[in-house]
């Protein structure tokens, strides 16, 4: 199946300060990246869609100016969490879709821990 | 308003048996119907998916059971294995050029040995 990598796993950061997550389809063009997050023991909710070339879409009630997305190129999505908080301590997820293959299925990274002190 | 309503929240089977997980949806737009498989830590990985033009799908252990006039859906596990301890969600989507799912809120799957 299709790969996808997340980097860093695990973050350890002071408050205040910026975070940068990425997100690699490794053997495939990934037109639409997903970013999700995953509080304990809860389901993945969406934060945003990743296209590449143009402006990430955004889920109700999250904030784009504090969660940054770019999506440069068709194997690349970056997620930068800006001022984080402990309250932006959780679990993200990014998945990615298949361009080529016009596929739905999505494709999910293995996740980075992000934790705010 | 969650769109897909999943039961039960944890499940407990002994080695052998049969995993029955549902999945309800309210949105008739929905197309794809996938189910995900998630180790503590981890990332989701894709287990098995079914569009609505058929009932049923199997793959080795896993079958999803799919009623389109219901608009429900399931997961078995045949023969559960320690080793399927885990959470399941049931997800779906349909075609709006991105395709975003939206999941279920996930089962808790502790197959005892």
């Known amino acids: 199946g299709a790969v996808v990598s997340q980097h860093p796993s695990r973050v350890i950061c002071k408050s205040g300060t910026s975070v940068k997550i990425e997100c690699r389809s490794l053997?495939?063009?990934?037109?639409?990246m997903f970013w999700y997050r995953q509080f304990p023991k809860q389901s993945l909710m969406l934060m945003a869609t990743?296209?590449?070339?143009?402006?990430?879409?955004?889920e109700q009630g999250v904030e784009k100016d504090k969660f940054l997305i770019n999506h440069a190129s068709l194997t690349l999505s970056t997620l930068t969490v800006t001022s984080a908080h402990p309250e932006d301590s959780s679990f993200y997820i990014c998945?990615?879709?298949?361009?080529?293959?016009?596929?739905?299925?999505?494709?999910f990274g293995p996740g980075t821990r992000l934790l705010v002190l | 308003q969650q769109q897909v309503k999943q039961s039960p929240q944890s499940l407990i089977v002994q080695k052998g048996g049969i995993s029955i997980i549902n999945c309800a949806y309210e949105?008739?737009?929905?197309?794809?119907f996938p189910w995900y498989q998630q180790f503590p830590g981890k990332g989701p990985a894709l287990l098995i998916a079914?569009?609505?033009?058929?009932s049923e799908k199997k793959e080795g252990r896993f079958t999803i059971s799919f009623n389109k006039s219901a608009k429900q859906f399931s997961l078995h596990i045949m023969d559960s294995q320690p080793g399927d301890s885990a959470t399941y969600f049931c997800?779906?989507?349909?075609?709006?050029?991105?395709?975003?799912?939206?999941f279920g809120s996930g089962t808790r799957l502790q197959v005892q040995p």
């Open positions: 998945s990615a879709r298949n361009a080529a293959s016009q596929q739905e299925t999505q494709y």
């Open positions: 053997d495939f063009q990934a037109t639409t």
């Open positions: 990743s296209n590449e070339g143009s402006k990430a879409t955004y």
């Open positions: 949105n008739t737009a929905f197309d794809y």
């Open positions: 079914i569009r609505p033009d058929v």
């Open positions: 997800a779906a989507s349909y075609d709006t050029g991105r395709r975003a799912l939206t």
